[in-house]
């Protein structure tokens, strides 16, 4: 897959013109069964003209820009996104830098300069809400009405619902900060997760027999606080020093501010992973959220903290195999 930063380095990137392309328009956050059908119609149109199956996003996400303090915190990295999107089928993605000029583009001038123009779209394929150009204005109406005048068709993608919820990145987040996990993995089509690096915490797991890998996390949304049954992906070398192919393990997690050993701590979240032994720090781990054993206590010593700890882990046996 080849990932292009920004519209206009399209041509020099491929050395060509595009060729009839289906264009997939979105933010593409969480890529949840919503984005899934999406791509999953791209490809069929772009097989049947024997054109790219082309993705165009936007980073930073538009609310970032447009309204800062309402912005939604992102449910993964972009890098993460591209590598969701690569395994989907796409074949090149335009990740466009969401600017102030870009903003303020017309609904026409999109259709025509941008799609039309500078991704020579053959087809444009968009979600039932999309909307486009300077404020907004731009609806899946004035889209087709478009297309048919600059010369691309338009697909658009119904609701997709599973057991009546809609499949959205805003529903997904609601369900993470409610600490309902199985509720995310069921609008993703996969297990809730978190990305991030190990870095060096306060050592206080290890000096108590139960070593975490303190994470640093790649993305913003941080699941309600509590402890959770998950599955840690060591993964492979991403030029960090670290080597070998990805290996998983089940890990009890824990999200929160240590109330046992500290008062009003910062938000941390740490994986003990289950039968590891080794030096995780400065690897890459991505932990797929399970399901939410208990809130974060306080405990009024460190002994009843250790024996809760051992019936975190022997629920997590049970349910992470």
């Known amino acids: 897959m080849l990932v292009v930063p920004g519209r206009k380095n399209l041509t020099a990137a491929l050395g060509r013109r595009p060729t009839r392309p289906a264009v997939a328009i979105g933010n593409f956050d969480g890529f949840h069964r919503g984005h899934q059908t999406l791509v999953a119609t791209a490809r069929r149109l772009a097989d049947t003209t024997s054109g790219d199956l082309m993705a165009l996003t936007f980073d930073p996400h538009p609310a970032r820009l447009l309204a800062p303090t309402l912005a939604p915190p992102l449910i993964m990295s972009l890098q993460r996104r591209l590598e969701l999107l690569g395994h989907a089928g796409v074949d090149i993605v335009v990740v466009e830098p969401f600017t102030g000029e870009f903003a303020a583009l017309e609904a026409d001038a999109f259709a025509t300069d941008v799609l039309g123009g500078d991704l020579h779209a053959a087809h444009v394929i968009v979600g039932y809400d999309f909307s486009f150009g300077k404020g907004r204005r731009g ?151 399970v399901q939410r054993l208990r809130d974060e206590y306080r405990f009024e010593s460190v002994a009843a903290l250790v024996t809760q700890i051992r019936l975190d882990i022997a629920q997590t046996r049970e349910l992470v195999t």
């Open 139 to 289: 609806d899946t109406a004035l889209l087709e009405a478009l297309g048919a005048r600059v010369g691309f068709g338009v697909s658009i993608v119904r609701r997709i619902s599973v057991h009546g919820l809609t499949c959205s990145s805003t529903k997904v987040r609601e369900f993470a900060l409610e600490g309902r996990v199985e509720g995310a993995e069921v609008l993703l089509g996969r297990p809730f997760e978190l990305t991030g690096v190990v870095t060096r915490g306060a050592g206080r797991g290890r000096d108590i027999g139960f070593p975490t890998a303190n994470l640093h996390l790649e993305a913003d949304l941080i699941p309600k606080a509590g402890i959770y049954a998950a599955r840690a992906h060591l993964l492979p070398d991403g030029g960090n020093g670290a080597s070998g192919t990805a290996s998983s393990f089940a890990c009890a997690l824990s999200v929160g501010t240590n109330p046992t050993f500290v008062r009003d701590g910062a938000i941390t979240v740490e994986a003990h992973l289950l039968d590891f032994d080794g030096d995780l720090y400065d690897r890459r781990l991505r932990v797929e959220l």
